[in-house]
Structures are given as C-alpha cells and as structure tokens.
C-alpha cells in the first residue's frame, strides 16, 4: 500500500523530527559516557576501560556491532539513507 503524502505535512515533519532526535540523544549520551571514560585518571577505570577495547577488538560481531552504531547505520533509517527516493 502506497500513501502519498505531501513529505514536507506537518505530521510528516514531527514524526521524522522525533524519529531523528531520539537518535541524537542516544549518540549524544554515547559520546558523552566515551569522554567521561577516557577522560578518568582513576587506575581502576583505565583498567576496565582497557580491558572493554581489547574485549571488543577480540569480538568481531561485538565490534561490527559498535562499528554500525557509531556511524549512524544500525537500526531503522530513513529512506533517503537507504538510497530509495521518497516516492
């Protein structure tokens, strides 16, 4: 079933908005709890910290999976992002 609706509505616009700015608080927060880690002069958080990059690296699913996160590319993306036209 195709819809066509005008993409610029302002029903469409709040949705894509609310869709979008979830995924801005969740990098933002990511990016915020990486600088808080890497920024610890505590040994014991050096320690874990070092021990999480060598889990990851030694995981290879664990690492695409973090791979895909950080560049935005995991989970459900918007068509244009996929490469399929608006309409």
């Known amino acids: 079933l ?3 609706l005008d993409i610029g509505n302002e029903t469409s616009l709040n949705t894509f908005q609310q869709w ?3 995924d801005q608080q969740r990098i933002i927060d990511f990016t915020e ?3 808080s880690i890497f920024s610890n002069p505590l040994a014991s958080v050096k320690l874990l910290r070092n021990i999480g990059l060598v889990g990851v690296d030694l995981l290879p699913p664990v690492k695409r999976l973090l791979a895909r996160q950080t560049m935005g ?3 459900k ?3 244009l992002a996929r490469g399929i036209p608006l309409r």
Do not use: D, E, F, M
Request: glycine share 14%.
């Open 33 to 35: 709890g990486l600088v």
């Open 20 to 22: 979008r700015r979830n």
């Open 2 to 4: 195709k819809i066509n």
């Open 77 to 79: 993306q918007p068509r």
């Open 73 to 75: 590319i995991a989970g």
